[in-house]
Nanobody
Framework: QVQLVESGGGLVQAGASLRLSCAASGRTSSSYVMGWFRQAPGKEREFVAVFGRSDGRISYGDSVKGRFTISRDNAKNTVYLQMNSLKPEDTAVYYC?????????????????WGQGTRVTVSS
C-alpha cells in the first residue's frame, strides 16, 4: 500500500509555470505506475499524464501535450508534474494516483491509490 500527498498548487496568471509534486510513502513509488489527473468544477476527472514503473513509458492527455512534463525521482519517492504555459482552462484540482500495471492508464477507475489533490487556479 502507498500513501500519496500532492503539493505545489496555487494561483498563477496565464502563461506562468508551476511544478506539482507527489510524495509517496509506505511502499516505494518505483513499484507503481504513477499518474496525474485533474478535475475542474462540474467536470469529470481528466487524464493528464502517466509515468510507467520500470520501462519509463510516458503518456500525456491531448490537452496538455507540449506544455506539461511528468518526471519521477525514485530516490525521493516523488513524482513531478511541470506545467508550463498555463491557461485558464488548466484550472482544476490536480490528483496524483498509483496503480500496479501499465494498462488503461487514462481511466481513473483503473487506479488503486489517490492523493487528496492540490488546487491550481490560472487567471486570465
Amino acid at each position: 500500500q502507498v500513501q500519496l500527498v500532492e503539493s505545489g498548487g496555487g494561483l498563477v496568471q496565464a502563461g506562468a509555470s508551476l511544478r506539482l509534486s507527489c510524495a509517496a510513502s509506505g511502499r516505494t513509488s518505483s513499484s507503481y505506475v504513477m499518474g496525474w489527473f485533474r478535475q475542474a468544477p462540474g467536470k469529470e476527472r481528466e487524464f493528464v499524464a502517466v509515468f510507467g514503473r520500470s520501462d519509463g513509458r510516458i503518456s500525456y492527455g491531448d490537452s496538455v501535450k507540449g506544455r506539461f512534463t511528468i518526471s519521477r525521482d525514485n530516490a525521493k519517492n516523488t513524482v513531478y508534474l511541470q506545467m508550463n504555459s498555463l491557461k485558464p482552462e488548466d484550472t482544476a484540482v490536480y490528483y496524483c494516483a498509483a496503480k500496479y500495471i501499465y494498462y488503461d492508464v487514462a481511466l481513473p477507475d483503473r487506479y488503486d491509490y489517490w492523493g487528496q489533490g492540490t488546487r491550481v487556479t490560472v487567471s486570465s
